[in-house]
């Protein structure tokens, strides 16, 4: 069906007939998860060498934990006054926690597919609507698969879907049916986007992975969508009625759906042998410069996100590193904390000696070279068709950030988040030295960018329902 949004294999499921249940598993995790509450770890204690010493482990599971348009700063672990994530805070506190996170876009797509290839939108090119990763690329699925893990991907964003070259690697790649609907709230987003079914969805799905693979040893991917559209239900804490309040609401929701599917692993003893990963694929705008949503700008609101690992252990005080890092990062160094072999042709680099100096481990190795300037791209203009977008480009380094449109440079923008880090005070007229070091960075990476794989990427015929559907997932596109 050529109008189908993508080419998932939506309704199909794992190994065996499910429907009949999927009504009374839903009622199940709404009666847990909204009363769940991560009070204590399931787990032993563990240390920062222990943490180096998952390399050595055969046993371990990886699950990544995708909240889409999640910001860092509205989580009660990175600071936030609101009570928003009591669970995701507790497992962290004894886990490592990445201060400065910096996504490599606002747009899911090229966010996404900059995430998985470790890669830079420059040098990947995955930057418009009908960009696809090629197949010559090696995804992080890939190197499981080759090691003998199982790997299932669950998702509900058609941006991260089979046909842009999401798949890669996964034995299953599904985007489950959405469930029966129950009491819930879901208020209009800034986008005014509608996605059935909510992130309840995604965890029976788990659930069913668990029931059937959690005797292997495996990798999961689910990529949470409820933050995104909004959603909560009747058990979330009540904030307000503002985008920013029901945003937090949802928050919570997902805080909750996400412990509940962490107590599944306590329950089936896979707790202990899984290694947890918390990420986002960029944040969200309240206003800060004129805008709600995300997929406008890179301001700090929309690119600043969360990166917590959990071991399955439980480290006491945590481990804390405050070294700016990127979404790019984030795969070189899984791979490396659980040993197994590094992609090829990425730009990201493992932050693994990063963490283990911030934990203060015994032989932890050197860190130079790896405090590196955060990137950003958002092609103005990626959802249209017939043009070649803009591209905009965000470089920090340190304390500064620049902003380029590559097309305008006439417009930079800079601003020194030590003074100014709600970035309101473009100050790139009174610092023309730092203006011009950034801008000459940028104008470096620009003329040496190239693809990784040495292709093209390969641009996926996309019909006018299909992208208007797509669009409507949160974007208006001026
Ligand atoms: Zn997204």
């Known amino acids: 069906m050529a109008d189908e949004p993508d080419e998932t294999e939506e309704g199909s499921w794992w190994d065996k007939p499910w429907p009949y249940f999927v009504g009374a598993a839903l009622l199940l995790v709404v009666a847990v998860a909204s009363q769940f509450e991560i009070r204590r770890p399931a787990v032993s204690f563990g240390t ?89 690329a090696t995804l992080p699925a890939e190197v499981f698969k080759e090691a003998g893990y199982r790997t299932a991907g669950i998702y509900r964003n058609g941006w991260v879907a089979p046909n842009f070259g999401f798949k890669q690697g996964f034995d299953t790649y599904i985007k489950p049916l959405a469930g ?36 292997q040893k495996f990798f999961l991917y689910i990529h949470f969508m409820d933050v995104h559209q909004y959603v909560y239900d009747n058990g979330a804490a009540r904030f307000g009625t503002s985008y920013l309040d029901v945003y937090d609401q949802s928050i919570h929701w997902s805080d909750r759906l996400l412990a509940h599917f962490v107590e599944e692993l306590s329950e089936r003893g896979l707790r202990r042998k899984t290694l ?32 917590i690992i959990i071991p399955p252990f439980y480290i006491e005080g945590g481990i804390e590193v405050d070294t700016l890092a990127s979404n790019m990062d984030l795969w070189p160094t899984i791979l490396d904390l659980v040993g197994l072999p590094p992609m090829p042709h990425v730009d990201g680099v493992s932050l693994v000696p990063i963490v283990l100096a911030a934990g203060a481990a015994a032989d932890a190795p050197s860190t130079e070279g790896l405090e590196r300037p955060a990137f950003g791209q958002l092609n103005i203009g990626w959802g249209r068709r017939g043009i070649e977008p803009n591209p905009l480009i965000a470089l920090q380094d340190g304390d500064l950030q620049l902003f380029y449109p590559l097309a305008k440079p006439e417009r930079i923008e800079l601003y020194d988040h030590s003074t100014d880090p709600g970035q309101m005070e473009n100050v790139q007229a009174e610092r023309p030295e730092d203006t011009a070091r950034l801008r000459a960075m940028v104008d470096g990476y620009v003329a040496s960018a190239s693809s990784p794989w040495g292709v093209e990427p390969e641009r996926k015929e996309v019909s006018e329902l299909m992208l208007g559907q797509l669009k409507a997932l949160g974007y208006v596109v001026k």
């Open 276 to 307: 947890l990963v918390i990420a986002a694929d960029h944040g969200e705008a309240f206003q800060e410069h004129g805008w709600e949503g995300h997929a406008k700008n890179l301001y700090r609101e929309v690119t600043n996100v969360p990166f």
């Open 180 to 215: 029966r609907e129950r009491a819930r709230i879901a208020r209009k987003n800034p986008s005014g986007s509608f996605l059935a079914g909510t992130d309840e969805d995604l965890i029976v799905s788990a659930k069913e992975f668990l029931d059937n693979y959690g005797h």
């Open 48 to 136: 920062v060498e222990d943490l180096a010493a998952l390399s050595e482990r055969d046993d371990l599971n990886v699950v990544f934990l995708l909240i889409d348009t999640l910001r860092a700063d509205h989580l009660g672990i990175y600071g936030y006054e609101r009570d928003t994530s009591p669970n995701i805070d507790a497992l962290a506190q004894g886990g490592v926690v990445f201060k400065e996170m910096v996504s490599q876009s606002s747009w899911t797509k090229t966010s996404m597919a900059s995430l998985w290839t470790a890669t830079r939108p420059l040098n990947n090119g995955i930057v418009h609507y009908d960009h696809v990763i090629p197949d010559v």
